[in-house]
């Protein structure tokens, strides 16, 4: 009996000794989770635009699936799986903290509603609608982030806040990717200004095209790849913290 007392004086301290908040391991991994974000990111978006350009020159835009501008295309499918993907990990970071987890909670739903979006053409069906209320060209480019500015604006928001330690490199990251995806909703808005008198299967609107496109794949999978570094990073500190020692983001 005493000798079970005894025992139990030596392994409960170790057994309840919480793991170190961060170990090297953590941190080349964080470093590893961003360097192969940054390595998709421009690998996928120069494959989307040589592919979008092919068909442009070769095919007339009659391949849908490399067409960077139809709904159909691989890499809205890309798109729709990284918006999906930065979600479902926003919410995995919720469940690591304790108490106010609604900015959190709010962020993964409007992630997931983006992914929606560019799976079933939401903002395209309200783009449609454009030429009841703007009557010049390229209208409908300019209708979508007006209808979509506060959705738009709360998920920059949300985002930025997520990542609010601009010296780590994860928070970098998410910054990134969120000015990449500002410049392309500000390219969408300028087109009818820079695409006068151009339309699609004219090379200075294919262009456009291409950069606007790539700019959000881009933007996606950076925020995807800082948004994954903040959960290793945050899971690492939960495993040398009680709960209630960990705060919302």
Do not use: C, K
């Not at 985002?159 to 909703?185: D, E, F, K, Q, Y």
């Not at 006068?196 to 609107?205: I, K, M, T, V």
């Amino acid at each position: 009996m005493q000798s079970e007392r005894v025992r139990s004086m030596v392994l409960r301290p170790l057994l309840d000794a919480p793991a170190p908040p961060t170990t090297e391991d953590d941190d080349s991994a964080v470093g590893r989770i961003l360097r192969g974000a940054a390595f998709l990111a421009v690998a996928a978006v120069l494959v989307q635009s040589a592919a979008h350009l092919v068909d442009v020159v070769a095919f007339d835009l009659s391949v849908n699936l490399i067409n960077v501008d139809s709904d159909t295309s691989a890499f809205t499918w890309a798109s729709v799986v990284t918006e999906a993907t930065a979600a479902a990990m926003v919410l995995l970071i919720a469940a690591t903290v304790a108490g106010r987890r609604a900015r959190l909670l709010l962020l993964s739903g409007l992630l997931a509603f983006f992914s929606l979006d560019d799976a079933v053409e939401i903002h395209e069906r309200l783009s449609s609608q454009a030429g009841r209320f703007l009557d010049f060209p390229h209208s409908s480019r300019v209708f979508w982030p007006l209808v979509f500015l506060p959705l738009l604006a709360a998920t920059f928001v949300l985002l930025w806040n997520l990542a609010r330690h601009p010296r780590s490199p994860a928070g970098r990251a998410i910054r990134l990717g969120l000015v990449l995806l500002a410049a392309a909703v500000a390219l969408e808005v300028a087109s009818p200004l820079l695409l006068s008198g151009w339309d699609h299967g004219d090379l200075p609107y294919e262009l456009e095209v291409v950069l606007e496109e790539g700019l959000e794949l881009g933007g996606w999978i950076m925020i995807a790849g800082g948004v994954a570094a903040v959960l290793v990073d945050r899971s690492a500190r939960v495993r040398g913290q009680s709960p209630s020692e960990v705060s919302p983001a």
